[in-house]
């Protein structure tokens, strides 16, 4: 809440504000890297 300020949507609300949060996450969420080791 502290940054959502610096967004042009609030990055904690609704799946479009998720999407927007994900273009600064820096790593993927916990069960696509567990997918992704029990694939290969």
Known sequence: EAAAHM???NP???SKASS???LFS???PIETRVKRLLES
């Open 7 to 9: 967004f042009i949507i």
């Open 20 to 22: 927007m949060a994900n």
């Open 26 to 28: 820096t790593h993927p």
């Open 12 to 14: 904690l609300s609704g």
